[in-house]
Each structure stands twice: as structure tokens, then as C-alpha cells.
């Protein structure tokens, strides 16, 4: 999941992200329209309760328009901010006070509302409002306006507060935004993980059905999971079968020629006769060796491939296949000799293939023996788990040693010996399925030839 | 000693029974699973060499009733199927050993031999003949209060004479029943067995005689 | 500035023909760059400052002109005058210039430390705290009970014409802008503050320019009292003239911020910078404050007493007193209670 195909984590925190990233957007574009109204919103408050508060002061003094501007009118629009303030106040189009060149704001007229403007006077962008009163003077109606002015300096000042503000929230609701949708997509792929797990702690021969509880989206999964497992229990199954059955084929009515041959070689008296008949019951006992080392190595292979372990003693596994063998090699006078270490062992394993590689390589060691020898199997084990053949037989030419593991290859000094040449391949395959080796060399005692199989032991 | 053989295949079941009935054993023969659990029922044997796959059955069911019940005779395995897959199972199910088919018959006879000698102290194998004690199971002659242990072939050597003592024996038959066929050995080497023989009795009156062109025969010393 | 101010000497350099009226003129050669100064502080107060600003900045040659502060005014809002500094204690006239456009704004470690309401814009920086204080003559007084705030200064005048009459001194607020500065503040603090014109008015009050000479005249039992004379300045005086007492109202004190700005055509900007900073750290410089009798803007913002001395706030609220009819208003009003004859 982690390479080649994107992650659907991935995906999801991605997407979960962008969206984040829009909503962030989307509130900063928000946050910064709304305060830069409600801010420019104050400003023109101020600056309409400045120019009423001027009007306000108007009175009229003998037939002339006079005011008296209040300190509170200008010093309220230094309370916010420290802009410069202009203000300008008409009679009749004349300047009464003020500085006499601040442009009337232009706006709606006729209403006597307020009319705000924004324009640029000696150099500063200014924010405007213009009030408008009518006083009686002399008996004459007189037109007043009343102008205030403010720089925006302290209106930027603050948006760009709020844009700093509206960023920092933005960018503080995406990063946390996006960590709660990395949080919540792992969350909605546990399951997923966690069927991942079950699968990885399985063993390898593990083909039941899997009974975790799946979210509705993972059944169609888990089924497919399912029905592919059965399938595959049911292919190797066939497989198995297969092997088995080949074997009891083959070695079944090998068996009998060779029982029937047997019976007539007893009855023959000529020797030629009976030297073919010999010949005739070798062949039969090769190709059945042959055939059973061969169903041997594709069972061998399948184990491999799925291998499945458990804690074996390897001192009873050698104990076991020298029992087994002790027989046959009775039958020429060859003696086993055991040497077992006393502190215990354990080898994490298959025991099937295990045994079958010590087999082979005991059987080995007794059908290359000439008859009246000893044969010592000895174990020994610091981490790695030895287990060495010495035999007194012909040994192995040292340019065979390297090839010896390969498949059907025999030694060239095999002579008469039955044999297919896949005994010790099996053994290799063996070791090298449980990471260990196997080691050929001339018995260091004299003649013949020591095999050791090297597995790692716990 | 009486053995069972349970075995579907007629040829072989003749001949086998005809090597042990050769090495002074009674064989009785099975075809199927049926005949022999009434066998087993009546008859109390020595050992039961027994077939996996038989007609009417799994050789394996039998061995676990024959387990589950108690009876404590041997039980060797005779199997056409793949060694690693059935190895274990059979062993664990309660087989005393098994052999791979075909196979040679002194292996079969070699391990029916072992086999005994596990079971053994329950029935006294030993003959006599002119003053020598010999146990085939163990391998162990006396004669004159001292006791020897014969090596294997030696032993299987002494028993050939032993089933019946004054006939001649050729040597093609005694290497038959001395060698596997895997074996390429000359008629010579019956020779150096028989006279090592001769050394081991020895001590008793019993020896091996040369019949010339003949073959050998056991007699008592003149 | 047309008359009494006069008694400090008066430099008049012939070759600058100014319209506005330069009081005196000091040179302080050094380096290379110039410093042109134009300030409402006499030389005799400033000359401490500058020759210590010059020992931290040899370079810098200083010339510091001085004039009154509506001339240092008309100098720069009018006439575009070449200075590199303007020093003035009318707080609401710097207000102007910066609010008009007419300063530099500047900023520096040493501006950022002066609390918020010692600087606006930063263009226009306070550095020294002045309160407006009474000057009264121990030997006119005599027994009479010192007056802790303007109701019972009133009542004192009321009571005691015969002690007080011609014998009060306050600031003629027609010509001087830091009196014109106090009074509208005063206005603005205390209703009392006409009654309290008025009863000086009946008194034949005398109008003086400038403080030194209001407590020049107090010292000299010219005066009795004078009214809204500069602490600073007063203090300063008492080591050196016996027989005088200053005394700080109760109710209010208006705490006058003398203060510096660049004016929008100066040259030197970097050397009116330098000069600002060394100002706004005169807090840090307890022996200029001893040698020019001048109290520093404290730096740290508990040092005054805020329910007392009020410290004039630089800002838009200063310009109303400037507007040309609210002053009108206001002198009209002041001189028809100030002269009733």
C-alpha cells in the first residue's frame, strides 16, 4: 500500500486538505469583508457624529453665522487612530472656518443625510462627510456645510490587523483542519489496516475464511478475498493430492514387478539369468527412487513456498531418523553413531521437511558406505544449529562439491549406487527455505565424507 | 512367530508371505480392511504388516482402532505415498515403522526384525542345535555358559542354517538371502561370512559344512 | 514676541531678512553637517543640551535660533523657513504642522519607548513634562493661607483686592501661544476658570509674555502672584531667588509637553533623528534635568500622577483652539473679562 499505487489515505487527506484550504480562503475573503465594512462602517460613525456635533455648534450672532467648535468634535477622531483631521465649514458657499481648500465630499444630495466620500487631499487619501444645516441669520435662511475629513491610516492600520488576524485563523484553521482529516482518514482506514494485519499474522497454510468484522465498503473485499482463498486452499489441496496420488500410482505396481521378479530370481538357477533379472529389479528400484525423490522435491517446493513453522528439537529429529535408518544400515554391518549435545535445542521449522532433509542426507551416508563401517552424526549449536554426517564411504571428489546441491547432479564417483541426484537437492532446498546452508567436506578422520546442515537455531 | 498381512495386491501378498514363511515365520493374509479386523479378533499375531490403501478403506482407520483399543502388536506400514506428506501422520497415529514400497525384502525383514526386538521379552526365539543356543531376534549365540553377539549379517546367515539344519543351502540362495539386490557382490563373499561363522560356533558343536558344488548345511562336529 | 520679552539678549543676524522675528541666534560649530534648530526654549535653558548632544555627535555643527512660538509657527506653516528641527512648548501649534502635512515623520528605538501619549505620528515628540504652576511672593503673602486649588484662589483674590490689586500676573494669551495653550486648557478643565478671569480682570491683572518674567517680577514684589507660570521654568529660579514660592493646584495641574517635529522641507532629517532620539532619552540623563531644570518624560509610565497632572494630549483635540473663530471667540471673550475698565 505504501508504493506503486497512490494511498487512498493519501487521497483522502489531499482532498480533505483542499477543501480545507477553500474553506480557509473562503473565511479569510469573509472575515476581511466583513471587519474592513464594519471598520470603515466605524469610521464614517465617527466622523458623521464629529461633523453633527460641529453643526451643533452653529449659532448666529448679530445677522452672522458663527461657531464654536467643540473640543470633544475633533479630539473624538484621535481616540482611535492618529489620523490628520481637516474640517471646513460653508456658509452660502464661503468659507466660514477651516481649511477653506477641503473639497466638499460629492454624494447624493438633497437628502439631509449625511454624505460621505473618499478623495485625496494634500497628498493623503481622505475618508469625508459633509452635514448640512440651514440657519436663520438677519432674517435670512442660511445654507451650512459642514465638512470633516479624516486620513485612512489608522482604517488600513486595522485592516491590515484583521488581514494579519484573518490570515493567521485561516492558516491556523487549515493546519489544524488538515490534521484532523490526516487523524480522521486514518481513523476510516482502520479497518482496512486492521484486515491487513489479520492477513499479515496469518501463517501461510492459514486459508480459512477471514471473520473480521468488515465495514460495508470492504465486503466485496473480504468476499473476493474469500472466495480467491478457497480457490487457492482447493489448488493446493489438488496439488498435494496430486503428488500423493502420483506416487501411490507409480510405486504400486513397481512394487508388484518387483515382488513377482524377486520371486522368479529365486526360482532361477542359471546366473546369467539371474544377473538379468538383478539388473531388471535395480531398474525398478531406481525409477521408483527416482519418482519418489522427484514427488518428494515438488512437495518439498510447495512446503517451501508456503512455509509453516513451529519449534522443533532437532535432537529428537535426529534421534527419530537414526531409528528409522538404523535397520538399513544394519542390514551391512554399518553403525550410527549419535552425539548429542546435552543443552537443548530448538529450530523454528516445518518438522516434515526438516526430517525429510536429515533423511536424505543419512541415506545418503548409508548407501555410499561400504558394509561394516561407521557412520557419526553429531550435533552442535551456538546460534546456528549443526548437525554434520561423517561416513567412511568414498567421498566426494572436491570439483563435485560445489555442484552436489544442484538438481539431479550426482557425484562422478557414484559407481553402482542407485541414486537420482536429488537427494541433496532436496536437503539444499530444505536449508535454504529455513535460512540455513548446507556444507560439504572430506571427513577429516580419514576416508569418506562429513555433510553438515547449518540451520539457525533459538 | 505368526504375522498379518493386510495387502490388496495378491502377487505381492504371495510373495511376501512366501519370504517369511522362508524365514520360519506363519503368515496369514488379508484383503481388505474387513478381514482383517475379524483376523486381529481371532487371532492374536506377532506383528501386522499393513497396506494404506485397500479397498474398502484408508489402512489408517484401521491402525487407530487397533491403537484405540489397546492391542499392543506391532504394526509396520507398508506405503505407496509420497514420504513427506504421510511420514509424520503415520508415525503419530501409532505405526511402529513404515516402509516405502517397492522395497528390497531383507530391508522389510530388517525392520521387522528391529521391530520385535522392541516388543521383545514377550516370546522366547531361541533354538538349539547341538549344543548352541542361538536367539534370531537379538542376535546372540551361547554355547559352554559363554555368550556371543553375532553382527548382523552373520546373524541372518546362522538363522537361514538354523530354519533347518543339515540342508544344503546354495550360495546363490544364501546370497539372496544375505544381500539386497542393490547390492553388487560376488558369490566369494558368502565365503568370508560362512567362515566367520565357522570361527563364532566354534566354541560349540554346531558348524558349517562345505558340500562341494553344492553349497553349505549345518551339522553337529563329528 | 513684539515687546517686554526682550530682556534676554538678541542676536539679530542683518543678512537674514526674515518676516518672522528670530529673538537670538547661537552658533555651535563643529563637523561638517549642520543641524539648523528653530525653538521656543531660550539658549540659556537649551545650551546644556546642545553641548552634550555634540560630545555623543562631534560632527554635527548646531545653530539654534530662538523665537516665540506663534513666530516659529508662521515660520514654518507660512513661510517654508530652512530648519531641521522645530523645538516649542505650543503643543496644539506642532500638533498643526504635523496634522497639516508640514512634518517628517521618524521612528526609532528611542521614539518607540516614549509612552503613547508623548509622541503623535510619529511626528511630533514630546520630551520634557512641564505643569503650569502659581508663583506667589512670600513677603506680599504673608500670613495668607496658600491656595490649594482655583475656587479658593478665587475666593483669596475676592477677599484680599487690597493685597492683589495690580499685584497678579498671568500670561497675555493675545501673544503668547503657550499662555493662549494653558487658558484653553484651563477653559476646557474647570468651569471656574472664567470667574476666576473675571475676578483677575476687576484686579487690573498684568499681562506678561513670557515666565521668566512674570518670576522676575514676583521675586521682586512686583507681584504677589502669578497664575499659570511654568513649573519648570520657577524652579529653576528658586535657588537663586529667595522670597518666592511655587505652588502646584490641587484640583488640576495642566502639564505642558514641550516638543520636537522635522519640519517637511528640512535638509538634515538624519541629524534632526539623532537630535529627537537624544531628547526622547533625556529620562536617562538626570544631569541634563538638573542643569536645564527641565523634567524629562518619564519613561517609565507610573511616574505621574494622573488624577492631578493632566498632561496635554497631543492630537486632533488641540486644533479646535486654533480655529481661527473659536479663537476669536475665545480672545474676545478673555479680553472683555481680563479688561473691564
Redesign the interface.
Known amino acids: 500500500m505504501k508504493t506503486g499505487a497512490p494511498s487512498i489515505r493519501r487521497r483522502l487527506v489531499l482532498q480533505l486538505a483542499l477543501v480545507a484550504a477553500l474553506l480557509s480562503v473562503a473565511f479569510f475573503l469573509a472575515v476581511r469583508g466583513v471587519a474592513g465594512n464594519a471598520t470603515e462602517q466605524t469610521q464614517d460613525n465617527i466622523l458623521a457624529a464629529s461633523a453633527t456635533s460641529i453643526a451643533d455648534a452653529l449659532y448666529s450672532e448679530s445677522g452672522a453665522v458663527r461657531v464654536e467648535i467643540p473640543y470633544s468634535a475633533l479630539s473624538m477622531l484621535g481616540t482611535v487612530s492618529e489620523d490628520r483631521v481637516f474640517y471646513h465649514v460653508i456658509v452660502d458657499g464661503e468659507t466660514l472656518t477651516g481649511y477653506d481648500d477641503l473639497p466638499l465630499p460629492q454624494g447624493r444630495s438633497g437628502s439631509r443625510a449625511p454624505v460621505f466620500d473618499t478623495y485625496s487631499y494634500r497628498g493623503d487619501s481622505l475618508r469625508a462627510v459633509v452635514v448640512t444645516r440651514t440657519l436663520t441669520a438677519a432674517n435670512q435662511p442660511r445654507f451650512v456645510q459642514v465638512v470633516v475629513a479624516q486620513t485612512r491610516l489608522g482604517l488600513e492600520a486595522i485592516s491590515s490587523r484583521i488581514t494579519t488576524t484573518a490570515t493567521a485563523v485561516g492558516v491556523a484553521f487549515f493546519l489544524v483542519a488538515t490534521a484532523l482529516s490526516a487523524f480522521a482518514a486514518q481513523n476510516a482506514l482502520r479497518p482496512l489496516s486492521r484486515l491487513a494485519d489479520a492477513m499479515a499474522r496469518r501463517g501461510p497454510k492459514d486459508l480459512r475464511p477471514v471473520s473480521a468484522e468488515a465495514p460495508a465498503e470492504l465486503a466485496p473485499l473480504v468476499g473476493g478475498l474469500n472466495s480467491f482463498m478457497s480457490r487457492l486452499g482447493a489448488a493446493l489441496g489438488r496439488s498435494e493430492d496430486l503428488i500423493v496420488e502420483a506416487a501411490h500410482r507409480v510405486r504400486t505396481p513397481l512394487a508388484t514387478v518387483r515382488t513377482q521378479a524377486e520371486v522368479v530370481h529365486l526360482q532361477m538357477e542359471k546366473p546369467e539369468n539371474r544377473q538379468a533379472l538383478r539388473q531388471m529389479i535395480r531398474a525398478v528400484d531406481e525409477s521408483s527412487r527416482s519418482a519418489g525423490q522427484l514427488l518428494d522435491h515438488a512437495m518439498v517446493t510447495l512446503r517451501s513456498d508456503h512455509l509453516e513453522t513451529e519449534k522443533v528439537d532437532p535432537a529428537d529429529l535426529l534421534r527419530d531418523v537414526v531409528d528409522r535408518l538404523g535397520p538399513t544400515a544394519g542390514l551391512r554391518d554399518i553403525a550410527i553413531h549419535l552425539e548429542l549435545p546435552d543443552a537443548p535445542l530448538r529450530i523454528e521449522g516445518d518438522p516434515i521437511l526438516l526430517q525429510n532433509a536429515v533423511r536424505n542426507i543419512l541415506d545418503n551416508a548409508i548407501k555410499y558406505s561400504p558394509a561394516e563401517t561407521d557412520i557419526r552424526v553429531s550435533m552442535e549449536g551456538t546460534g546456528t544449529c549443526r548437525m554434520t554426517f561423517c561416513d567412511q564411504g568414498r567421498g566426494f571428489e572436491a570439483a563435485d562439491i560445489m555442484r552436489l546441491p544442484d538438481r539431479f547432479s550426482r557425484g562422478s564417483n557414484v559407481g553402482d549406487v542407485v541414486g537420482s541426484g536429488l537427494g541433496l537437492t532436496i536437503v539444499s532446498d530444505v536449508a535454504r527455505a529455513h535460512g540455513g546452508t548446507l556444507e560439504i567436506a572430506p571427513n577429516p578422520e580419514g576416508a569418506g565424507a562429513c555433510v553438515t546442515l547449518v540451520l539457525p537455531c533459538c | 512367530m505368526r504375522f498379518l498381512l493386510v495387502e490388496d495386491n495378491a502377487d505381492l501378498a504371495r510373495a511376501l508371505s512366501g519370504r517369511f514363511v522362508l524365514g520360519g515365520h506363519a503368515v496369514d493374509h488379508a484383503a481388505s480392511l474387513e478381514d482383517a479386523e475379524l483376523a486381529t479378533q481371532t487371532v492374536g499375531y506377532d506383528l501386522i504388516l499393513l497396506d494404506i490403501m485397500l479397498p474398502d478403506g484408508d489402512g489408517r482407520t484401521f491402525l487407530r482402532r487397533h491403537r484405540s483399543a489397546d492391542n499392543p502388536t506391532p504394526v509396520i506400514v507398508l506405503t505407496a505415498r509420497s514420504e513427506v506428506s504421510d511420514r509424520v501422520g503415520l508415525l503419530d497415529l501409532g505405526a511402529d515403522d513404515y516402509i516405502t514400497k517397492p522395497f528390497d525384502f531383507t530391508e522389510l525383514e530388517a525392520r521387522v526384525r528391529a521391530v520385535l526386538r522392541r516388543h521383545g521379552g514377550a516370546a522366547d526365539n531361541s533354538r538349539e542345535f547341538a549344543g548352541l543356543t542361538f536367539d534370531s531376534t537379538s542376535g546372540v549365540i551361547s554355547a559352554g555358559g559363554e555368550s556371543t553377539q553375532l553382527r548382523n549379517r552373520e546373524t541372518r546367515l546362522l538363522e537361514v542354517f538354523f530354519a533347518a539344519p543339515g540342508q544344503i543351502f546354495s550360495k546363490s540362495h544364501l546370497m539372496d538371502r544375505l544381500f539386497s539386490f542393490s547390492e553388487e557382490v560376488s558369490e566369494n563373499a558368502i565365503e568370508v561370512y560362512v567362515g566367520r561363522l565357522r570361527r563364532r560356533l566354534s566354541a560349540s558343536d554346531a558348524t558349517i559344512e562345505t558340500v562341494r558344488g553344492m553349497g553349505y548345511r549345518m551339522v553337529r562336529r563329528e | 514676541m513684539r515687546h517686554a520679552c526682550l530682556a534676554l539678549l538678541l542676536i539679530l543676524q542683518a543678512a537674514r531678512v526674515m518676516a518672522f522675528e528670530i529673538e537670538e541666534s547661537h552658533s555651535y560649530p563643529a563637523g561638517e553637517s549642520q543641524l539648523r534648530i528653530l525653538s521656543t526654549a531660550d539658549q540659556s535653558v537649551f545650551d546644556p543640551i546642545i553641548r552634550a548632544f555634540q560630545t555623543e555627535h562631534p560632527a554635527i555643527s548646531i545653530t539654534y535660533d530662538v523665537a516665540g512660538s506663534t513666530a516659529v509657527m508662521s515660520a514654518i506653516l507660512d513661510e517654508g523657513a530652512a530648519y531641521d528641527l522645530v523645538i516649542s512648548s505650543a503643543m496644539d501649534l506642532q500638533t498643526k504642522l504635523?496634522?497639516?502635512?508640514l512634518a517628517l515623520a521618524y521612528r526609532s528605538e528611542a521614539t518607540a519607548r516614549l509612552p503613547d501619549w508623548a509622541s503623535?505620528?510619529?511626528m511630533v515628540f514630546g520630551f520634557t513634562q512641564e505643569p503650569a504652576v502659581i508663583v506667589v511672593n512670600n513677603r506680599l503673602f504673608g500670613d495668607l493661607p496658600l491656595p490649594q486649588n482655583r475656587a479658593a484662589l478665587i475666593e483669596l483674590l475676592r477677599d484680599h483686592p487690597d493685597i492683589f490689586r495690580r499685584r497678579i500676573g498671568t500670561y497675555d494669551v493675545r501673544v503668547s501661544g503657550l499662555g493662549y495653550l494653558f487658558a484653553t486648557q484651563d477653559s476646557?478643565n474647570t468651569e471656574s476658570y472664567w470667574r476666576l478671569t473675571e475676578v483677575m480682570g476687576r484686579l487690573d491683572t498684568r499681562l506678561y509674555c513670557c515666565s521668566g518674567e512674570m518670576i522676575s517680577d514676583v521675586a521682586s514684589g512686583e507681584l504677589a502672584l502669578a497664575y499659570n507660570v511654568l513649573g519648570s521654568y520657577a524652579r529653576a529660579r528658586l535657588r537663586d531667588t529667595p522670597g518666592i514660592r511655587v505652588v502646584e493646584m490641587e484640583d488640576f495641574v495642566s502639564v505642558m509637553l514641550r516638543s520636537a517635529l522635522i519640519p517637511a522641507g528640512a535638509d538634515a532629517v538624519e541629524e534632526a533623528g539623532q537630535m529627537i532620539d537624544f531628547l526622547a532619552a533625556m529620562a536617562e540623563r538626570p544631569d541634563l534635568a538638573a542643569l536645564t531644570g527641565l523634567p524629562p518624560v518619564s519613561l517609565d509610565a507610573s511616574g505621574t500622577d494622573e488624577r492631578v497632572l493632566r498632561p496635554i494630549?497631543l492630537?486632533?483635540?488641540l486644533?479646535?483652539?486654533l480655529?481661527?473663530?473659536?479663537r476669536d471667540?475665545f480672545l474676545r471673550s478673555w479680553v472683555s473679562s481680563v479688561k473691564q475698565q
Open positions: 504635523a496634522n497639516d502635512g503623535w505620528r510619529d476646557r494630549r492630537g486632533p483635540g486644533l479646535v483652539f480655529d481661527r473663530m473659536r471667540t
